[in-house]
């Protein structure tokens, strides 16, 4: 493969640190190291420093925040996306952006290749790449994990040793680790047995169930076409908004999820994760929606759901099917307007309340009171007309008694 300049997805860790200098090495080119601050917590200046020193020809940090909320965790979250009844896709929607943006800085900077440290196991090299073909089929891809030899952790430490690549001489975390603003996963370690329970210490959004305030707290979250825009009648930024529901989560010891999940590739895989802010977004919108949207249309939205999360979490987000899902789920949304309140209480997040002006629930309909809308004789005709096939089965002795 002739390669003139590469772009990596660069984390400054040992695998990306190891994957720079080697790229340089067996290609014999320049390479761009470029990393995305979508919320994670990092010492930014500390991996541009180190990118340079280990032979990154620029270091480019970009800041994918504002657009994370707004163009990706958003959107999910109009259509209620979640993998396999529980996983609020907090990697999977992060992936295509890191993408996006990388091929972007590739085709600005001249450069005909990208890279990335994911290994050829797990969902990330999927979601890596189909972002780039979907994006710029042209530039050629490098997976390092598919192709060299480095295969353990002790020949990265070798190789960077003899390259002086600083590797930490702290204590290794047992984890394999995924932050940003929608969550953080743990896997690997102690994890690889499905029935060990994660150590507490190993948390670090939520404060556990048990540890959480005796008292509960109480927020009102206002929706417009289904996308929240103030909390507690304050008018705010989606990544404010964002980052606040993450802190009142994380304090309430709300968001944590201990599952086993089905990748891609075909293997299962354990992980545990935190999503303070996810999970009450998710909550509100859902509660707002059982007063705003017709039951037929929330219906068909609800049986496209999972077919919708199933290609976010595949890597297909740069894909036509998942831009007409998002048209269709974002249809739903003209009416999703109003307000719901929420009581947050060791880990548990409760609707208590909800209005709109566009509510669908009427008081005068719903009464058990006496009333002048509803005519309860009605009922007879509507039990006789859907009971009608069920009499012809009995009559006919197809009915198991």
Known sequence: ???????????GGLDTSVILKWLAEEYQCSVIAYSADIGQEEDWEAVKKKGLATGAEKVIVSDLKK???????FPAFR??????????????????LIAKEQVRIALAE?????????????????????GYIGLAPDLQIIAPWRTWDLNSRQKLVEFAQERNIPVPVTKKNPYSCDENLLHISYEGGILEDPWNEPDEDMFKFTVSPEKAPDVATYLEIEFANGDPVALDGQKM??????TRLNKLGGANGIGRLNLVENRFVGMKSHGVYETPGGTILRTAHRDLETITLDRE???????LMPRYAELIYNGFWFSPERELLQMTMDATQKTVNGTVRLKLYKGNCIPIGRKSEQSLYQETFATFEEDKVYDQGDATGFIRLNGLRLKINALQGRCNR
């Open 67 to 73: 657009e994370f909320v707004e163009d990706y965790i």
């Open 237 to 242: 930024t989606p990544l404010a908004l964002f």
């Open 297 to 303: 249309v929330m219906r068909i939205r609800d049986s």
């Open 79 to 96: 259509a209620n996306a979640i993998y396999e009844g529980s996983y609020l896709l907090g990697t999977s929607l992060a992936r295509p």
């Open 110 to 130: 001249g450069a005909d290749a990208v890279s990335h440290g994911a290994t050829g196991k797990g969902n990330d090299q999927v979601r890596f790449e189909l």
């Open 1 to 11: 493969m002739s390669v003139k300049k590469i772009v990596l997805a660069y984390s």
